[in-house]
């Protein structure tokens, strides 16, 4: 019976391992850190191909009904753009963690539903070619 | 001492109890949101690590391409097949690399599962963000793999006690 009472019994070995993912993490960290800037377009993706963009600005609201695909028997995403954030608020997939995933506002910021395969992101710069419909 | 039949039977009923261990574990760990999406407490990946540990690589193997087949067909569908394919075995895989040098020795099984849970973690962002086609899904990477460290720490110190437990069981009767 090796000590099942003991509590945390770590080795050397493990001070290295720790590090070494750690500098890992804290260089993701690093590299994939943007500045956040105000988005100024909300561009929604579904199976890799862009289904629809609108323009994000304070005073524009909708909702938007994303069905998984065209046709009978199809599952949804449904998207709220308010007040210059994009919440999901509805969805028909197992676990739902994109409604778990909040609101987002800023540039690069993206929503994903993995069954569904929807990417929503968004972009800053001219607002001018997307389409609000 | 035991027949070959007797010893035969045994592994499949321990292969048996182990996967519905499995089953059970995920089920319940999908219902338990750790602040980041995506990122689960990882209990099933707790059962290939003690195969890992007491019963060697086969077994350990065997756990994870039935939890992968299990997952498919009876919880999660086609939707993640390959998050849970890439990270299951990524993880097996690393791990039963990593479980050499704790059997030098050298580290600890808290280093050996955060190893897994590294693999695991990566591999899963690698394949979401290569069929979305979308490299700012890495934007979420850091944090998740933080959470996933700490909470592979803690499975790691839970499969210590639990070895202890089943070799005292297992090897003893």
Redesign the interface.
């Known amino acids: ?2 000590n ?1 009472f003991g509590f ?7 001070i290295i ?2 590090l070494v ?2 500098i ?3 260089g ?2 690093v590299t ?1 850190y ?1 500045k956040p800037t105000e988005a100024s377009v909300v561009r929604i ?1 579904r199976n ?1 191909e862009e289904y629809a963009s609108y323009s994000l600005s304070q005073s524009y609201a909708k909702n938007v009904h994303v069905p998984t695909h065209d046709g009978p028997k199809a599952g949804y995403n449904q998207l709220r753009i308010e007040n210059g954030t994009v919440t999901i608020v509805g969805s028909t ?3 739902r ?2 409604m ?2 909040g609101s987002i506002s800023k540039e ?3 929503l ?1 539903c ?4 929807l ?1 929503v ?1 968004l972009e800053g710069g001219d607002a001018i070619d997307a389409v609000s419909y | 001492m035991r027949s070959p039949i007797r010893e035969i039977s045994d592994k499949t009923a321990f292969r048996a109890i182990c996967l519905a261990v499995i089953l059970v574990l995920s089920w319940l760990e999908a219902s338990v949101p750790l602040g980041v999406p995506g990122v689960k407490f990882g209990f099933s990946n707790l059962v290939i690590l003690v195969c890992l540990n007491v019963y060697g690589f086969r077994e350990a193997l065997a756990m994870a391409v039935l939890k992968i087949l299990m997952s498919l067909v009876l919880i999660n569908g086609f939707s993640s097949f390959w998050y849970t394919a890439a990270g299951t075995l990524s993880s097996c895989l690393s791990m039963a690399i990593a479980i050499r040098y704790y059997q030098k020795n050298k580290i600890s099984m808290m280093g050996v599962s955060a190893i897994g849970g590294f693999f695991h973690i990566t591999s899963q962002y690698v394949v979401a963000a290569t069929t979305l086609y979308t490299p700012s899904v890495f934007g979420m990477y850091p944090i998740a793999a933080l959470l996933t460290l700490l909470t592979s720490i803690i499975l790691g110190w839970l499969s210590e006690k639990i070895t202890g437990q089943i070799s005292n069981s297992y090897y003893d009767y």
């Not at chain 1, 993995?114 to 395969?117: E, I, M, Q």
């Open positions: 019976m090796k099942i945390f019994n770590f080795k050397k070995g493990d391992v720790f993912i750690g890992m993490i804290l993701s960290a994939f943007k993706y890799s997939c197992p676990n963690d994109c778990r995933m690069g910021d993206i994903i993995l069954p569904h395969r990417v992101r």
